[in-house]
């Protein structure tokens, strides 16, 4: 049964920005032919893409230390965890893990998301070595990450922004079949979806409703996935042979 929590987000989600949306209609689509299916979410945080997917989620990330990691909402503190838990339904358990050694045992989960995360990461290739260790056979790999074939990397936290071509190639080493497409319209509408939503400033909210509805609608799958330009994000799947 959905908590409250989990009721209002579905109902704001249409005015959201459209990224999560697009996350959790794959995560629903990959789990749903699953009796028992178990996801990592890798830097998952408060996971909200996962509201409603059909498994059981375990959230992993780094605990919130630095003062970059408080400037920028990275990571997590130990006052969310409960807090979390107590909003969420399908959510297992909340682990402190960085997935570049991770402690996490091999084949334990049938899919691995990972949002926003990979360009956080000096050490990729050792990043997802270990996710396609905690994969079972013909596991998934989901993930997002910003589109460098059109965004600059003016993140202080940022490692780098990944081409299409360059993330495709990497990810084959560790996976086959991979796809890689673009995700999310830019433009007015995207940057209005971005702002924050306050009671106290109705005005700004409604723009930002008003902005994440339509960037929805300009961010349908058919009509980014092949458009390099003005597409802020890489939207890759990949499967564990």
Sequence with gaps: MLTPFELAYLSCEPFLPPLYREVRRELRHIASPFADFRVLDIGGRKSHYTINVPARVVISDLPRETELQRRLHLGLEAPALSRILRRRSNVETIVYDDMTRTQLPAAAFHCAAAVEVLEHVE???AFLENVRRVLRSGGIFLMTTPN????PNNNPDHKRHYRRDELAALLKRYFEP????YSVAGGLFYRLSLRSWSGRHP??????MLGGWMNGWQSQPQRVRDHA????HLFAIARKP
């Design 229 to 232: 330009m003005e597409t802020q």
């Design 178 to 181: 991979v796809d890689v497409h």
């Design 203 to 208: 005005i700004r909210t409604t723009m930002a």
């Design 123 to 125: 050490d990729d290739r």
């Design 148 to 151: 460098g074939d059109c965004v």
